[in-house]
């Protein structure tokens, strides 16, 4: 019991701290606790779904969200995710991974460089949200993963979205990509509800304390701490 309230403390926290959904690190963890791989993909993405509905209010209530982008890249993602799925079958995973690893050094290097979009400045290139939608919905689909780790990082570098609205919108638009995977997981029998009911508080109250962190730390903190983050996951896809 003890240990699902930790681990939905630590995923919220990190949900709302940085935008992502945090499935790379749920499901190894329901794995090592002696849950299926199967029971623990479709019970990650729920519980992806309560995290990031958490900090997404919280972003929602501090004006840190672009409701529109959440749209546009929806829209692209979710027939991108579904593509991603069958090509899934058609690649080696190793390759895949391989790739995967490298973009995210790259965006990691990208959130490094000087930037000049200032967390006032709420002006979006448009053009490079579908963009955005094709890559993370073809990743997710390809590997399974939320999209989060993606979305922050090219929100920023592409449509020069400062950090704090990278965030934000990000987890709003993880809510709904993780509900639509969730739903069909639990019509597959994928999904313990009574897990996520033990997790549920955690991730509540992570996922509040992290988005409040999150508006309170300077946007250059933020970004070395995500660009960080990329280069720990980049090594685990690639080794």
């Not at 080696?92 to 460089?113: H, Q, W």
């Not at 989060?148 to 709904?176: C, D, E, K, Q, W």
């Amino acid at each position: 019991m003890l240990e699902f309230v930790i681990l939905g403390l630590g995923i919220g926290f990190l949900a709302g701290l940085l935008g992502i959904g945090g499935g790379f690190l749920i499901v190894p963890a329901l794995v090592i606790l002696g849950k299926p791989i199967h029971l623990a993909i479709g019970t990650s993405l729920a519980c992806i779904t309560v995290s990031s509905f958490s900090s997404a209010v919280t972003h929602l209530r501090r004006d840190s969200v672009l409701p529109k982008v959440v749209l546009l890249k929806e829209v692209f993602s979710v027939p991108s995710a579904i593509i991603g799925s069958y090509a899934s079958s058609l690649l080696p995973e190793k390759v895949l991974r391989i790739a995967f690893g490298i973009l995210l050094l790259y965006l990691s290097y990208t959130l490094l460089k000087k930037s000049e979009n200032s967390e006032e400045n709420r002006s979006v290139n448009y053009r490079a949200i579908p963009i955005i939608g094709i890559v993370s919905g073809t990743m997710s689909g390809l590997l399974g993963i939320s999209g989060g780790v993606l979305n922050v990082p090219l929100f920023h570098s592409l449509a020069g979205i400062p950090m704090r609205y990278a965030i934000g919108t990000s987890s709003l638009a993880l809510f709904f990509t993780a509900l639509a995977g969730s739903i069909e997981h639990y019509r597959l029998g994928h999904v313990d509800p009574r897990m996520i009911l033990t997790l549920a508080p955690g991730l509540i109250v992570g996922g509040y304390l992290g988005a409040t962190t999150a508006h309170r730390a300077h946007p250059e903190t933020l970004k070395k701490v995500f660009a960080g983050f990329l280069v720990v996951v980049a090594l685990r896809m690639i080794l």
